[in-house]
Each structure stands twice: as C-alpha cells, then as structure tokens.
Nanobody, 131 residues
Framework: QVRLVESGGGSVQAGGSLRLSCVTS????????MGWFRQAPGKEREGVATIYTGDNSTYYADAVKGRFTISQDNPKSTLYLQMNKLKPDDTAIYYCAREATRRGSGGDCNTLLEFRVAYIRGQGTQVTVSS
C-alpha cells in the first residue's frame, strides 16, 4: 500500500523557517514526479514545488521561488520542503503528492505542479505563519 506521511508543520512568525518531510513507502521510490501543494481555508489548492526523483529536476510556483527549496533523500525515500522567509500568505495545509503513474523517463514535472496529472497525496501538515 502506497503511503505518503508528512511532518514538520507548525506555527512560526513571519520571516521564520520550517522544513517539511514526507516519508514514502509501499512502492519503488524512483522515477516519479513528486512535490508539495498547499490549500488554505476557502482557497483552491496551489502547487508549490515539484521534483523529478530520477534526476532532481525541480519546478517552483512563482509565489515561492527563492524562498522554498524542494529536495529528496532517495535512499530514505523521503521528500523535503525547506521553507524560508515565510509569510502569512504561506499559511495553509501542505500536502506531499506523487503522480499516480510512474513515468519511464524524465519529463516536465510542471504537469504535477499544475495538477494536469492524476496524483496521490498524504494527509497533510498544517503550517501557520503569523505576522
């Protein structure tokens, strides 16, 4: 059974940092697009960052470029999101996601960032940024 389990959320003041982790299990980790998206109350889901686990290519939403960094530890089958210079607008539930179907080779993980492919997700972790 595929599982994605997020952790690392919490409450911080504006300008602070958090590091989210997503431990995966139940499948062979490699050659998927994976990433993070968020959803704030009353707002639509928003892609934050994605990575192709096969070659570490990364993709970011404009709102987080220069502040957030997505990375992975392949042997640990774990995905990370380092979030710096947090703003109140970053407050949301953050979800780890993996595209539903493995791709045979590299590709543009904007497809996951923009929700143009089916995906599975974890249960989410709350991030709250106060001003």
């Amino acid at each position: 059974q595929v599982r994605l389990v997020e952790s690392g959320g919490g409450s911080v003041q504006a300008g602070g940092s958090l590091r989210l982790s997503c431990v995966t299990s139940g499948y062979t980790y490699s050659t998927y697009c994976m990433g993070w998206f968020r959803q704030a109350p009353g707002k639509e889901r928003e892609g934050v960052a994605t990575i192709y686990t096969g070659d570490n290519s990364t993709y970011y939403a404009d709102a987080v470029k220069g502040r957030f960094t997505i990375s992975q530890d392949n042997p640990k089958s774990t995905l990370y999101l380092q979030m710096n210079k947090l703003k109140p607008d970053d407050t949301a539930i953050y979800y780890c996601a993996r595209e539903a179907t493995r791709r045979g080779s590299g590709g543009d993980c904007n497809t996951l960032l923009e929700f143009r492919v089916a995906y599975i997700r974890g249960q989410g972790t709350q991030v709250t940024v106060s001003s």
